[in-house]
């Protein structure tokens, strides 16, 4: 990928990073793959440098850099032939936190963040449910009070498609709390809980996904039946779990955004060099327009991908330095005024529509990278051993989650051009 433009704190991000994922050539990822084994050698390089903290504050034990430099970290680990299987081992640490960093309480500051910086506790994220889907605020799952006076609260329901839920510690759950009859919007009611997943507690059952990419993490069903969790679970305020989660939402757009350029870029990367090696017909095989435009055409989705993604990114990190209760009146008066102003006029649907735009465009620039990839290796693009087969069968999980390409569009529809919402 160009590099040109980049900060240098995303440079340095890029190169240390980089040097960490060599560790990991593509044939571990074969293998992972093919036995459906859990990276953990990968995360665990990871964190043992601190980059699983790399969004979050100094002051929690974090890197302080911004969802920017998470963006590029993500990019370059799908980039060096980890995939999405090596972004999705490590991405909801970084994403997940940050609702946990802004509300979370003294408790879950001091023990939870610190345990996923250092890689000791791993966590999930479970929002989606089977019978909801993308319509997210009808989710289902509910936690009440337990009946007896008691503090704990009981969560019954089921979730779907929760990725590493058999390798984490803890699940970020969204579950009502209020029934939606006794609400005066959907928004409401729902609260974000920290929650352990001990499997030793009744109510709680796993069911693993077989699924088609990304096969070295797990992905899950997982049920719970009046599985108890302590009140102090609970982060922020009972009620406004929905408007909590979607500052970790924007962050994921972004982060999902970096992880499809980076296998966009390995793709291509991949197939303009077999494209100058393969002779066919006595010459190679890059020679023939029908193969070299394709794949400059994918070159230049992805740059312009590229752009939208850190874009998004920036003005995510510009938004989020604007809210920041901590910020001290000293670190404002050193920021230029020029930089405070425009921090001040981010308005969080700007940010909403930069990061699901980054979403979409780089999850479609990947898919034509990586289809391309596949068909310039001709036979060989079907053979584990080239890698760009593994890359096609994970490129469709950015155009699928967190949310997919028909709500960006429907999103896109509402919120920019005002047409009536369709949903
Ligand atoms: C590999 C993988 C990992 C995942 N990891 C996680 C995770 O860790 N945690 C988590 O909570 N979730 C996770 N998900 C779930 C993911 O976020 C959802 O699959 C995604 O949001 C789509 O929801 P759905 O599958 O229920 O699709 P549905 O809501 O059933 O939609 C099906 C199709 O209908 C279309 N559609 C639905 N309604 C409309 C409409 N009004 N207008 C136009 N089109 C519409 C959708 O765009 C889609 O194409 C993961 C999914 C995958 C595949």
């Known amino acids: 990928m160009e590099t040109t433009g980049f900060t240098e704190n995303q440079l340095t991000v890029r190169e240390a990073v980089g040097a960490v994922c060599a560790q990991f050539p593509n044939t571990y990822w ?3 793959d093919r036995k459906e084994e859990d990276p953990s050698e990968f995360h665990a390089a990871l964190a043992r440098d601190g980059w699983l903290g790399i969004a979050l504050p100094e002051s929690l ?6 969802i920017s430099e ?6 370059t680990i799908a980039e060096s032939g980890a995939g999405m299987a090596g972004a999705q081992s490590i991405h909801a640490n970084v994403y997940a936190t940050q ?8 408790q879950q500051l001091q023990t939870t963040i610190p345990n996923i910086i250092s890689g000791r506790w791993r966590t999930c ?4 449910e089977p019978n909801s889907g993308l319509d997210t605020l009808r989710l289902a799952t509910t936690a009440t009070r ?5 503090d704990d609260y009981l969560v019954s329901g089921q979730k779907i498609w ?3 839920a058999q390798v984490s510690r803890k699940m970020i759950l969204l579950a009502r709390t209020t029934p939606l009859e006794h609400v005066t919007k959907p928004s409401q009611g729902l609260s974000l809980f920290c929650i352990d997943l001990d499997r030793d507690k009744p109510g709680l059952e796993l069911r693993k996904i077989r699924k088609m990419g990304g096969r070295a993490v797990d992905a899950n069903e997982v049920f719970f039946d009046n599985y108890r969790i302590p009140a102090d679970s609970l982060v922020g305020q009972e009620g406004n779990g929905f408007k909590i989660i979607l500052h970790g939402m924007n962050a994921e757009r972004c982060l999902l955004a970096g992880e499809a350029l980076g296998l966009g870029y390995a793709a291509l990367a991949r197939a303009a060099a077999y494209a100058r090696e393969r002779v066919v017909f006595r010459r190679a095989i890059g020679q023939n327009q029908a193969i070299a435009h394709p794949l400059a055409d994918a070159y230049m989705n992805l740059e312009a991908a590229k752009l939208a993604t850190y874009h998004a990114a920036r003005l995510y990190d510009m938004s989020a330095a604007a809210a920041q209760d901590g910020a001290s009146k000293q670190e404002q008066q050193e920021q230029p005024q020029q930089q405070q102003q425009q921090q001040q006029h981010i308005r969080q649907d700007a940010v909403g529509v930069a990061a699901n735009s980054a979403k979409y465009l780089a999850a479609e620039a990947a898919f034509r990278a990586c289809e391309r990839a596949v068909m310039t290796h001709g036979g060989m693009g079907y053979a584990v051993e080239y890698d760009v087969e593994r890359w096609l069968r994970e490129c469709l999980v950015p155009r699928i989650a967190p949310v997919s390409r028909e709500m960006i569009l429907n999103y896109v529809s509402e919120k920019v051009l005002e047409l009536p919402r369709s949903y």
């Open 30 to 32: 074969q293998e992972k």
């Open 61 to 66: 034990g974090g890197s302080g850099l911004g």
């Open 70 to 75: 998470a963006t590029m970290m993500m990019q």
């Open 99 to 106: 609702p946990l960093a802004r509300f979370g309480s003294a």
């Open 125 to 128: 994220f479970g929002v989606t």
């Open 146 to 150: 337990a009946p007896g006076g008691g």
């Open 162 to 164: 929760i990725t590493c």
